[in-house]
């Protein structure tokens, strides 16, 4: 659901979408922190309706290339620097090409971008992907990278 919103709002320029799935309670489908929800909408309102130079979300995927043995992954819309918080799981997965085929990985931040090693035949990188992810990364702005699904190019 989360990948069909993300491709929605990429299609439609009057679209924004924030991402809440760190403010979220995996026992309860609406947030807690309505505090946290309303002024991520307001910063996505601000860039989208009055077109204030301000990044409407945290860090956005933007490319997904081979480097060797190496996946690179490329961030937008980045304030600050990328982050981790704790070391494992990362969130981000490589896959083949069936659903079963998907393998949690390490990453390493290296600026805008994530350095997933020993990618082996992996097609496709996932990254949240799970009905409570733990989803390590974000920026300085404290607000957390989107959930993805993206074919390795």
């Known amino acids: ?16 979408l ?40 945290g860090a956005v995927v933007d490319s997904v290339k081979r480097r060797g043995s190496e996946v690179v992954v490329t961030f937008r819309d980045v304030t600050g620097a990328l982050s981790s918080r704790g070391t494992q799981p990362t969130g981000f997965e490589l896959c083949g090409t069936g659903q079963s085929s ?22 496709r990188i996932r990254y949240c992907w799970a009905d409570t992810p733990a989803c390590a990364l974000s920026d300085a702005s404290g607000r957390p990278a989107g959930p993805f699904e993206l074919p390795i190019r």
């Open 1 to 16: 659901m989360r990948e069909a919103q993300r491709q929605a709002a990429l299609q439609d320029k009057h679209a924004a």
């Open 18 to 57: 924030t991402v809440n799935v760190d403010i979220g309670d995996a026992a309860n489908l609406h947030p807690t922190n309505k505090a946290e929800l309303g002024r991520r909408l307001a910063l996505a309102a601000r860039k989208l309706i009055y077109g204030e130079p301000v990044p409407p979300s």
């Open 102 to 123: 998907c393998r949690s990985t390490v990453m390493r931040i290296e600026n805008a971008t994530v350095v997933l090693p020993d990618a082996g035949n992996a097609t």
